[in-house]
């Protein structure tokens, strides 16, 4: 898991419960998708079986967190169609990359430390909202304590491969670079819906200047026939 989302939630908001939960999975999804690439690009057999094991472990992640989504959403008869799970979103919300895996920039020292870095991030992260649902909805707690401990199943080895294939000095530089690294990347994804309101009417407002400016945009035009494209005089438009 690299990126998950906030989830310092107090009352319990069903919607926005399900919301976290729909992000949680497009993250573990996510992550399966990252462990598939390495697996199938790393030169060693025994790595590669150990990515797939995790990427089966981050799918076995998605599943759960989607079926507490669907439960609740059934508990509370919420409309799902904005909860439910777009793979778009996976590369429009940043948890995918859409020009290269993280596996293809980084040694795989390097990205073990990657690894093992934001799994101990998601996992503290994780234990937050594992609490919240625990006051909440207990059923959920104990399917989310399963994954904790996958999570720190993975963060564990993840940094125990990095510590054993890099110098001592580079390791501890390289976890604490990580983690700050981490730290931005998770301020950024969750500031991006907060300072949408003011992106967002400036996104709108450039829209209906283009639209303005193309509606009093005056096209010289040869009429004779209504072929639109023919007509324009290319000179006009220039
Ligand atoms: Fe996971
Ligand atoms: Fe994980």
Redesign the pocket.
């Known amino acids: 898991?690299f990126l998950i989302p906030k989830s310092n939630l107090k009352n319990f908001d069903p919607v926005r419960c399900c919301f976290v939960l729909n992000e949680f999975a497009t993250a573990?999804f996510s992550?399966a998708v990252e462990m598939l690439f390495a697996a199938k690009n790393i030169n060693d057999q025994k790595l590669s079986e150990g990515f797939i094991r995790?990427a089966l472990?981050?799918y076995k992640?998605c599943t759960i967190f989607t079926n507490i989504k669907n439960k609740i959403i059934l508990e509370y008869k919420i409309n799902k169609k904005k909860l439910s799970f777009v793979p778009n979103h996976i590369y429009n919300k940043g948890y995918i990359y859409k020009d290269h895996f993280i596996f293809e920039k980084k040694k795989i020292n390097n990205f073990a430390i990657f690894?093992g870095a934001n799994?101990e991030i998601?996992e503290k992260k994780l234990i937050t909202f594992a609490n919240y649902l625990k006051k909440h909805k207990p059923f959920a707690f104990k399917e989310v304590e399963k994954i904790l401990k996958?999570?720190e199943r993975?963060?564990k080895y993840s940094l125990e491969f990095a510590k054993n294939n890099n110098g001592f000095l580079s390791y501890k530089i390289k976890v604490i670079r990580e983690r700050i690294l981490s730290f931005f990347r998770h301020i950024y994804a969750n500031s991006l819906n907060k300072f949408s309101f003011i992106f967002n009417p400036i996104l709108i407002t450039i829209l209906i200047i283009i639209n303005l400016v193309t509606y009093f945009l005056n096209l010289k035009k040869n009429t004779s026939d209504d072929d639109v494209m023919k007509n324009i005089e290319p000179k006009s438009i220039t």
């Open positions: 898991m573990e992550s995790h472990d981050e992640h690894i799994e998601a996958d999570e993975h963060a």
